[in-house]
């Protein structure tokens, strides 16, 4: 006699079932809040989250470069770039599949960073200045759908009117810079351009290493 055992189903947690986006989000989210806790109780200063080029060319807190990508300066700018991240960042995950999304998000950030650093240098920025958010993994994501859907039509800020992926990425950049310039305001343009250009040379490898699949890609969202 064959007996059949019933195998329960393995216990689920709570972030299991999330695709790699929405895991960011929520990490976006929660680690936010918590800094905001430790940075307002005093538990920890702002130098141990922050990208500061100066602390970095003092070789001081290098974790930065990490912590940042998850700190935003206000609950606006986490709320524009997680919006921003949950439109963009879906698809690029579907595109190039959970392991190398996530990879290539924390790159981007990374690089991100480390353009703001280096370019104070030669911007002759304020090197006492402190870089956070999300928008450097950002510009890496829609770097590269510059490339893989140059086509695909997009709404930008709050511009009724949707543009084209690879008109809009190039636009926004350079309205950024302009608002900060004129406005005198605090926005992390050298960051956003170093992840643009992390988004363009990884865009460039695919469509030279899978040219068929990047073919394809382009056909559906033109």
Known sequence: MVRVYRVPPKKRNILSGLSV???LIFTNIVLFILFLILISTELLSIDFIALQ???IFAGQYVWTFLTSMFMHGSFFHLLVNMLSLFFIG???????????????YLISGLIAGLSFVLLS????ADINAYAVGASGALFGLVGLLVLLTPNLP?????IPIP????YAAPGLLIVLWIISAAANIGIGNTAHLGGLIVGLIYGIYLRTRYPNKIRAIQKHFS
């Open 154 to 158: 997009v709404y930008v800020m709050f």
């Open 163 to 166: 543009i084209k992926m690879k």
């Open 121 to 124: 240098l030669i911007f002759s």
């Open 53 to 55: 080029p100066a602390n």
């Open 21 to 23: 986006n929405t895991t």
């Open 90 to 104: 879906s698809l690029v995950e579907k595109i190039l599949g959970q392991k190398r999304y996530i990879l290539f």
